[in-house]
C-alpha cells in the first residue's frame, strides 16, 4: 500500500524535491525564503495573544458579552488546531508555495474585515476564516524550509523559525497594549494587511514551488472528515471544560466522541490507498516522541503562561503594556537561544538539548510556583528569563525531529502535525491547569476568608467571588470600608497565588516527564530528502 512504500527510507532521487526551477540569485535563496516565510508566520503567531489585549476595549465598543469575547480566541484556535493536518495535506498535493501564499493573502485579508467589522458576530466570524488560512500558512512554511535547506543548515533555520514564533507569541501583549491605548482596537488587526501584502509580494518574487516526485495525488475524504470532527470534539471539549466542569457529562461526552473519532480514523487509515496521515510514520519512535514532547512543552509553558498575565496585572496591578514588558527577559531568551539551540542540534543532535531545555523549563516553572505577593521584578525575570531558555531548544528540536523523521512527500502532514500538537497541547494545559487553579482556590478560599475575618459568602457569593479569585480580583463592593478592601483583596491574591503555584508545580511535573521522552529522539533519517534546491 502506499501508507507503506512511500515511508521508506529513500534512496537517490526518492523522495527529492521535483518541479522545481534553479535557484537564481535571490529566488529560491534559503535564507531570503526564511525571511520570507518568516514574515508569513509571524502574523499567526502574533494573533495567538496580542488580540486577548484588545478584548476589553472590543467589548466596550461593540456590546459584546464575557463569553462572546472569549470567542474571540476560541474560534480562531478551533479552527488553526482542527484544520492544520488537513492544510499540511494540501501543501504536499498542490505545493507548499500556493498553499503559503493563499494562506497569507486570506489571512490578512479576514484581519482587514475584522477591523472592519461593526458587530461582534462577524468578529468572530473572520476569526475563524482566520484560524483556517493560518492553517494553511503554519505547515507550509515548514514544509517550503525543509525543501529549500540542505541537512546540516535546516536546523539553524528552524532555529530562527522558533525564534520568529517564539518573540511573536511574547511580544503579542506589548504590541497590542501600545495599539490598543494608542490608537484603535481595529488597528491590532488593520497592522495584519500590510505585512501580509508584504509577505505576499516576497513570497511571489522569492519562493520556489518545491514538489516530492511521490507527493499524494487524490484525497482521504473520509480521513478528513474524520479527522476534523475528532479534533473539533476534543478542543471544544477542552475550551467548554471550565465553563460545563470536568464531572460533566457534556464534557465526557465530547471527548468520548473525539476518542471513538480518533480510533475509527485509525482504522480507515488502514484500509485507504493514500491516507491522510500513514500511520507507519508512527512506526518512527523519534517521529512519536516528538510529536509527545510538543504536546508536554505546550502543555507546560502555555498552561503556565496562562496565569503569569493574571499575576502581573491583577496581583501587581500592572497595565498591558508593563506586564508586556515584564516578560521581555522570556521573549529575550528565546531570541538569543533559538539560533543557537539550532547549532547545537546539529552538532550534537537533538537529544542533549532537549532533555537540556525540559530541565530548564521544570526548573523555571517550579521557580514561579515560589512567586508571592511581593515579589519583586529581579526575581520574576530570572525564572521568565530561564524559561525562555528551555523553551527555544525545545521548539527548535521537537519541529526538526518531526520534520526531519517524515518523508519529504509528507513535509507538509509533518509541519501540521508540530503545529497541531502545540495548539492540542496549549489548549489541554490552559484547560488542565485551569481545572487544577480552580479546584485550589475553591478548596481554600472558604477557609481564608473565614481566617482573615471577614462576613460569611451565600453559596451565591461563594461561588462570584471564586470566579474572580480565579483570575486574581480582589472582588471588593462599592463602599467598602479600607480596612475591609484592604482584607478582601489580601484574601483573594493569597488563594490566587496558592492556585498559581500548584498548577506550577503540576506543570513542573509534566516538563519532567517530558525529559524522559526527549531521551527517545534523534535527528532525522529524512532531513536529506529536501533541500538541495538552493544554496546557500
Known sequence: MTSQTTLDKP???????????????LRGHPWVTLVTVA????????????????????????????????????????????????????????????TFLIGVAGFAASSGAIGLSDSIAMVIVFRVFQGLFGALLMPAALGLLRATFPAEKLNMAIGIWGMVIGASTAGGPILGGVLVEHVSWQSVFFINVPVGILAVVLGVLI??????????????????????????????ALIKAPEWGWGSGQTWLFIGVAVVGFAAFSFWETRVREPLIPLAMFKSVPLSAGVVLMVLMAIAFMGGLFFVTFYLQNVHGMSPIDAGLHLLPLTAMM??????????????????????????????????STLETDTGSVTMSIWFALLGLGLAPVMVGATEVIVGNAPMELSGVAGGLQQAAMQIGGSLGTA?????????????????????????????QEELTAQAVQQGIAPVPEGTPAQVAGKIADVAHDTFISGMSLASLVAAGVAVVAVFVAFLTKRGDNAEAGAGAGHI
Open 11 to 25: 534512496g537517490p532521487g526518492d523522495g527529492a524535491p521535483s518541479g522545481s526551477a534553479p535557484a537564481r540569485g
Open 207 to 236: 519562493l520556489l514551488d518545491h514538489r516530492a516526485e511521490n507527493a499524494p495525488r487524490s484525497f482521504d475524504i473520509l480521513g478528513i472528515a474524520l479527522l476534523s470532527a475528532s479534533m473539533f470534539c476534543l478542543v471544544w
Open 335 to 368: 531570541i538569543v537561544a533559538s539560533p543557537l539551540a539550532g547549532a547545537m542540534i546539529t552538532k550534537v543532535g537533538p537529544r542533549i538539548p532537549l532533555a537540556g531545555g525540559m530541565v530548564c523549563t521544570a526548573v523555571a516553572m517550579y521557580g514561579m
Open 39 to 98: 514574515v508569513g508566520v509571524m502574523m499567526v503567531a502574533l494573533d495567538g495573544t496580542i488580540v486577548a489585549i484588545a478584548n476589553p476595549a472590543i467589548g466596550k465598543d461593540l456590546g459584546a458579552s464575557w463569553s462572546e469575547l472569549q470567542w474571540i480566541t476560541n474560534a480562531y484556535f478551533l479552527a488553526l488546531a482542527v484544520c492544520l493536518i488537513t492544510a499540511g495535506k494540501l501543501g504536499d498535493r498542490f505545493g507548499h508555495r500556493q
Open 432 to 460: 488542565v491547569l485551569g481545572a487544577v487553579m480552580a479546584s485550589k482556590v475553591d478548596s481554600d478560599l472558604a477557609g481564608n476568608w473565614a481566617d482573615a475575618g471577614l462576613p460569611k459568602l451565600s453559596p451565591a
